[in-house]
């Protein structure tokens, strides 16, 4: 193991204990993975299976060649293959966080997630009605964006790795990039090139899920953003939405 691969398994562990002792995983739920660059030994580093995020160990991670070939560490965790299709799908993702937010999850079982139901607000309704969220704050617009809501699935379900993959690409395609799906009653994929990167993409997604419950547990209706605040977001920050 070299340095460089060092560095990326101390900053996983961060991560992961961040998360755990903020609340935002629990038990041995949820999961941490990097795509490692060739100066960094190539493959994967995922935590592994049944670990709980907030006692990893750099020498534990699974390391996991580019063609499934567990290299080192304890037993992956069995959402690899969902994280390698993420991969596959957007090239410009080097970390991958699952976990099982309470509000995410909580906003799945109740029936309020937003899909479909704020369509109108979206640039691009049709391409988008699948949304859990409608865009209520500008930094969820900016920091997070589109959140495709993936239908219930068994963990580990291989058909989840290519329902992920085709939104991404139909996302694409509208011109509005993803950072995270949801799975239903089971939480949050989120991406970017870093963990702190992936880190605060799902910070701003869960705080939002949050104020939208909040809202409607307390019989209040949140107005999306209308059209020109959102092409003004577009315009000053390059809003993906």
């Known amino acids: 193991m070299n340095h460089a691969q060092q560095a990326v398994r101390d900053?996983?562990?961060?991560?992961?204990?961040?998360?755990?002792?903020?609340g935002y995983v629990h038990a041995t739920a949820g999961n941490i993975s990097v795509r490692l660059r060739a100066e960094q030994g190539g493959g994967t580093l995922i935590t592994p299976t049944d670990a709980c995020l907030g006692f990893l160990q750099p020498d534990a991670l699974a390391w996991v060649s580019d063609d499934g070939q567990q290299l080192s560490g304890?037993?992956?965790?069995?959402?690899?293959?969902?994280?390698?299709?993420?991969?596959?799908?957007?090239?410009?993702?080097?970390?991958?966080i699952h976990t099982h937010s309470t509000h995410l999850v909580a906003l799945t079982l109740s029936h309020r997630a937003a899909s479909g139901a704020d369509a109108a607000a979206n640039a691009d309704a049709e391409s988008h009605t699948d949304d859990l969220l409608p865009p209520i704050t500008p930094y969820f617009v900016m920091k997070v964006g589109h959140v495709p809501l993936i239908p219930y699935h068994r963990p580990g379900d291989p058909a989840v790795?290519?329902?992920?993959?085709?939104?991404?690409?139909?996302a694409k395609a509208a011109g509005t990039p993803l950072r995270?799906?949801?799975?239903?009653?089971?939480?949050?994929?989120?991406?970017?090139?870093?963990?702190a990167q992936a880190m605060a993409v799902l910070e701003e997604l869960e705080e939002t899920a949050r104020l939208w419950l909040m809202a409607q547990t307390a019989g209040q209706r949140i107005e999306p953003l209308s059209p020109d605040r959102l092409e003004e977001l577009r315009q000053h920050f390059g809003a993906a939405w």
């Open 180 to 195: 995270a799906v949801m799975l239903e009653r089971l939480g949050p994929n989120v991406w970017h090139q870093t963990p």
């Open 74 to 96: 304890e037993r992956a965790s069995k959402t690899l293959a969902l994280h390698h299709r993420i991969y596959a799908a957007e090239p410009a993702a080097g970390c991958v």
């Open 161 to 170: 790795g290519d329902l992920v993959a085709a939104r991404i690409q139909k």
């Open 11 to 22: 900053d996983i562990c961060r991560v992961g204990r961040s998360l755990f002792e903020r």
